[in-house]
């Protein structure tokens, strides 16, 4: 028996090679399938007629720029079908110079003349060729430069936050996130409607058209690596699809969805979703004890608008209050979190704070910067 190790065949390093080639293939696909759903924010927004636009007021004041040069020194041209040099000459003269190496029917025929075409024209014929090019290029390496963007944002977000749906609740939700101290950058927005994933891109967010009921659409926004998921569309059985999906591919993210009716609560409970929260019944007990009590509904506002007048925040227990009463912390503490259960500050088991203990309290908001 041979205890010597055998090299490896060639069609096993055919295989190996093969593999590896496939394998950059399919992320190149998926990058580029990418590029066309995922909308990265854009810091300036020009719209592409206004650049074509400005390059071509550049090429023709170049042009007119050439044409006067010739023009004025019309006496150093000899024109081979009359002999003199007008307008429309230097003007066609200009034209096929820039864009071409001339036809030979108008040469410069005194020094001066030479001269110009050296240091004045064919500069201007370089700049000239330059927009053109730089033109075709931009547009011709705008969709690989958008793939390269992608692939690097997506090989490094990590622990973000993705927001699916940018309609009402999703954008004031992103608003307290940003007034939190969330960058922009860790956030990505999902939305089956191009015009609000432009809306994001606009705003400086990342932004992802698709279906969010799909894996492939939540993958594209890094889902199952997002340390927080903000389920917020239109309708509750979009809501609860989501969920139930964004739950299969991270187990461990804080999931909290929005749903309109109470009734709906419980199914979104069953999909996954860590919290959840009905708009509908809650605007409709604002409303109620607007009726009732106006100055109470103004201070709930207030509450529930991150940032200014008080906020209403959620914090661990600091060393020095262990074993105290909840009225003897620093801030207005209403509720304490003890084992996942909210108790109120009255009830008789929160009469003692514990170190694991969560406290929500009111206190003075921070303005964000």
């Not at 992802?208 to 997002?226: F, I, M, P, Q, Y």
């Not at 009716?261 to 979703?273: F, H, I, V, Y």
């Not at 020095?320 to 209403?334: A, F, M």
Request: proline share 4%; charged share 25%; glycine share 6%.
């Amino acid at each position: 028996m041979n205890d010597e190790k055998q090299p490896p065949s060639k069609t096993g390093k055919f295989s190996i090679l093969r593999s590896l080639w496939y394998r950059s293939r399919a992320e190149a696909l998926d990058d580029a399938e990418a590029g066309r759903s995922i909308t990265m924010p854009v810091a300036r927004s020009v719209p592409p007629l206004q650049q074509v636009l400005r390059r071509l007021a550049m090429a023709l004041l170049i042009l007119f720029v050439t044409t006067l040069v010739v023009w004025l020194d019309r006496d150093g041209y000899n024109d081979n079908s009359d002999g003199s040099v007008d307008f429309l000459d230097a003007a066609y003269y200009a034209t096929v110079t820039l864009s071409t190496t001339g036809y030979g029917d108008i040469t410069p025929v005194s020094d001066t003349a030479r001269l110009v075409n050296i240091f004045i024209i064919t500069p201007l014929r370089v700049l000239f060729l330059i927009i053109l090019v730089g033109t075709t290029l931009e547009v011709l390496t705008e969709r690989t430069r958008q793939q390269v963007r992608v692939h690097r944002w997506r090989s490094h977000l990590r622990d973000h936050v993705v927001v699916v749906g940018y309609g009402t609740k999703g954008r004031h939700a992103i608003e307290v996130l940003l007034a939190q101290g969330i960058r922009k950058d860790k956030i990505v927005v999902v939305d089956p409607e191009r015009t609000a994933t432009e809306a994001a891109s606009s705003d400086g967010l990342v932004s992802v058209l698709g279906d969010a009921t799909r894996s492939d659409t939540l993958r594209k926004a890094e889902l199952h690596n997002a340390a927080r998921v903000i389920v917020a569309p239109q309708g509750d059985d979009t809501a609860a699809l989501v969920t139930l999906t964004a739950r299969q591919l991270n187990k461990h993210a804080t999931i909290v969805a929005a749903v309109r009716e109470d009734e709906n609560l419980p199914l979104l409970k069953q999909s996954g979703a860590n919290t959840v929260v009905t708009s509908s019944s809650s605007a409709g007990r604002l409303i109620g004890v607007s009726m009732a009590h106006p100055h109470v509904a103004d201070t709930l506002e207030n509450l529930m608008t991150y940032g200014r007048g008080l906020d209403l925040v959620e914090r661990p227990v600091a060393a020095d209050e262990v074993g105290r009463s909840p009225r003897e912390c620093r801030d207005l503490v209403v509720a304490i979190v003890r084992r996942k259960k909210v108790i109120d500050y009255t009830d008789p088991e929160a009469a003692s704070l514990q170190a694991e203990d969560r406290v929500i309290s009111i206190r003075q908001a921070v303005p964000s910067r």
